[in-house]
Each structure stands twice: as structure tokens, then as C-alpha cells.
């Protein structure tokens, strides 16, 4: 688990990210059990109930599921929610501003798509 918090977005949001980038790097995998509020509070040394909102969230989006006395776990579709879910994100926060960027720039649908195959060649030196 990553120890540092960002302090400019909400923790529970923060816990619930890093459950869905555990699930899409396969760190948890389908069945795994998660770490349980209490375990995510004492990590980050929070209070359980904001560990908690991040983790029902996840419970409700049917990500995780609680077993009562067991803990928390993976759901047998937890990474094809989670790729849905993140795929219509990358569509509204980038794949819309570019559509209407490309509107007032009178672009063709070809000329994105040129633009969209074009290799650049970037010197990281």
C-alpha cells in the first residue's frame, strides 16, 4: 500500500483507488480478501469510518463483497466493472474535451485519426 496521502483529494477516495489499481495490476485478484477498514485506518493512521466510506463504495458498485466475520473481498467481476468504469471516466475527462477542441478546429474525423496513429519520437535524455 502506498503510505503517502494526497492531500488535495479525499482520503476515502484515495483508499478506493488504490483497491481498483490493486485489482487492475492484479494485485488483487477475483476471491482475494482486502485489508478491512480497520487495517486501512491504522495504516494511515485515519479514522475507520473515512476508510470505510471508500470501501462501501466499492461494496456498492459491486467491486467488493463483505462476508460477515470473514472481511472483504473481490468480486468474480470486480476488474471488468472496474475497466468499464474507468474507460467511461477517460471518456468524459479526455476523450470529450478532445472531440469539442477538434470541433472549433474544424478537424476531420481522418485527421484525428492520422493524429491518433502518429509515432512521436520523444529524446528522454
Given at each position: 500500500m502506498r503510505k503517502e496521502?494526497?492531500?488535495?483529494?479525499?482520503?476515502?477516495?484515495?483508499?478506493?483507488?488504490?483497491?481498483?489499481d490493486s485489482i487492475m495490476d492484479d494485485s488483487y485478484?477475483?476471491?482475494?480478501?482486502?485489508?478491512?477498514?480497520?487495517?486501512?485506518?491504522?495504516?494511515?493512521?485515519?479514522?475507520?469510518?473515512?476508510?470505510?466510506?471508500g470501501i462501501n463504495e466499492l461494496v456498492a458498485e459491486g467491486i467488493l463483497v463483505k462476508?460477515?466475520?470473514v472481511g472483504m473481498f473481490v468480486t468474480e467481476s470486480?476488474?471488468?466493472?472496474?475497466?468499464?468504469?474507468?474507460?467511461?471516466?477517460?471518456?468524459?475527462?479526455y476523450m470529450l474535451p478532445l472531440k469539442h477542441e477538434a470541433k472549433k478546429l474544424r478537424m476531420r474525423e481522418d485527421e484525428i485519426l492520422e493524429?491518433?496513429?502518429?509515432?512521436?519520437?520523444?529524446?528522454e535524455d
Open positions: 496521502l494526497d492531500e488535495n483529494k479525499p482520503i476515502f477516495l484515495q483508499i478506493k483507488d488504490h483497491v481498483e485478484k477475483s476471491g482475494d480478501r482486502v485489508p478491512s477498514t480497520n487495517e486501512f485506518a491504522a495504516f494511515y493512521q485515519i479514522n475507520p469510518a473515512t476508510a470505510g466510506k462476508r460477515r466475520g470486480a476488474k471488468d466493472i472496474v475497466i468499464e468504469k474507468r474507460k467511461q471516466t477517460f471518456y468524459d475527462h493524429m491518433w496513429k502518429r509515432e512521436d519520437n520523444f529524446n
